[in-house]
């Protein structure tokens, strides 16, 4: 059975009890199930090779943001993702995770000289320019080190698509991409450079897109302006049409992969080009789960608390953006239901994540878990309050293996130096 499913009257995950991963390994800790990452690429794998014939199956170039561990992207590649990177760290990742350089697609409105020349010199298939100026840095340091940078310009469609005004990215006013209005221009500047080469156009309006028509609008955007570059002479032999494809947090009405596949076939397959995707967060968010303890159960006179063992350095997305994550107990599942706020320990009221929500009614030492955790998780997770980084946990076939190992106080302190001066 994959996934997270009670088994006997306890959460599994691919079949291997939580409370067997909490004794091993303690809490808090990410666990993330394979088979689910599995399933959710051959969702979209699959969807794409339904309405597009063969040979002109898209570059599925994960978007490892989401969740870089080295062990998932392996995964992920052994699967038959390409990937997408936004720093010379997610460069390194993907690496040493046995990527092929000319797999990964390097984005991000703020490159520095060392990630291009990291990638430049890497080999990767191609750079996403976001601005002038970076196009302009690329080109000098490709000149500087005799290498030609394959590069195509980042569009801003001007449409907005995030599942939070945070997450949306494809609005004028953001800082991402080159507008319909400058974008030729762009294109003809790089063809009269001597160490860059344009190939073709990308888009990305934003993550958890549940405003599905909003990547059919940005996608209707793409064919004017290819026919544009191609009049003034150019080739456009690429389009990368970005990630944003949502996942379940409570009720979202999942996108229709088909349907979303239509229109790739309908309005990108026609421009006759190299097609590349970036989903992040649908091939890893509901495969993973952040399980906890709870510390104490807090009664006062106007709410109670579970106070757990996790917290928002472990995982900000309730704080950072309001988002709703479920949280189920592992064990007594069918227990009566109870009003709490689940809180962590950090000392702002901020760390909370949820307020009001009826659940089984747990009691100190129980274990829980916040689920649909599996991307933007970990990677954002902090020191803060001096609190060590969550072990990671990857199931697979009924194992459970480390993928990553709770980090020590100690390794967070070492890193810190007291200056001769203070006596
Ligand atoms: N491509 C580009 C250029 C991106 O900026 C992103 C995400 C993706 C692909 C992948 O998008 P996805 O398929 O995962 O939606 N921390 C936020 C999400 C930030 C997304 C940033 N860019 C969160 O926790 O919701």
Not at 206 to 224: D, H, I, N, R, Y
Request: aromatic content about 8%; hydrophobic content about 40%; overall charge negative.
């Amino acid at each position: 059975m994959t996934g997270f499913k009670e088994i006997n009257g306890v959460l599994n995950a691919d079949n291997v009890p939580l409370t067997d991963i909490a004794k091993e390994y303690g809490t808090p800790t990410y666990v993330y199930s394979a088979d689910v990452m599995k399933e959710q690429y051959e969702a979209l794998a699959g969807a794409m090779k339904r309405a597009l014939p063969a040979d002109r199956q898209p570059l599925l170039c994960y978007a490892c943001k989401a969740n870089s561990n080295v062990a998932v992207l392996s995964y992920l590649r052994s699967l038959g993702c390409s990937l997408e990177i936004v720093s010379e760290g997610e460069l390194k990742r993907g690496l040493k995770a046995g990527f092929k350089a000319n797999q990964i697609v390097s984005t991000g409105v703020g490159k520095t000289r060392s990630e291009i020349i990291s990638c430049l010199e890497a080999g990767i298939h191609q750079f996403n320019v976001e601005s002038f100026p970076e196009l302009k840095h690329i080109n000098q340091i490709a000149g500087e080190i005799g290498i030609k940078a394959t590069v195509v310009f980042r569009l801003n469609p001007n449409v907005s698509g995030g599942g939070h005004h945070k997450i949306s990215t494809g609005r004028k006013r953001d800082k991402f991409g080159i507008s319909e209005e400058s974008i030729c221009d762009a294109y003809q500047l790089a063809s009269e450079m001597e160490h860059v080469e344009p190939v073709g156009l990308s888009v990305h309006i934003g993550s958890q897109v549940f405003t599905v028509e909003s990547f059919k609008t940005a996608f209707e955007k793409l064919p004017g302006i290819v026919e544009k570059i191609r009049e003034n002479g150019h080739s456009v032999t690429r389009l990368d049409i970005g990630g944003g494809f949502p996942i379940i947090y409570k009720d979202e009405k999942l996108l229709d992969l088909d349907r979303y596949a239509e229109w790739v076939r309908d309005i990108i397959m026609p421009l006759d080009t190299e097609i590349i995707m970036e989903p992040g967060r649908y091939l890893v968010g509901n495969a993973g789960v952040l399980l906890s303890e709870v510390l104490y159960v807090k009664e006062t006179h106007d709410q109670d608390f579970l106070v757990i063992d996790a917290a928002m350095n472990d995982l900000i997305r309730p704080t950072l953006y309001e988002a709703y994550h479920g949280i189920e107990p592992v064990e007594n599942r069918d227990a009566p239901h109870h009003n709490y706020d689940v809180v962590g320990p950090i000392c702002e009221s901020g760390d909370t994540f949820t307020q009001g929500r009826d659940l089984p009614k747990m009691n100190q030492g129980d274990l829980v878990v916040v689920q649909s955790a599996g991307a933007y998780g970990f990677c954002m997770a902090s020191n803060y309050n001096t609190r060590a980084m969550p072990a990671e946990i990857l199931v697979y076939d009924g194992q459970a293996h480390e993928v990553r190992a709770r980090e020590s106080v100690e390794e967070i302190i070492d890193l810190d130096k007291i200056p001769d001066f203070i006596k």
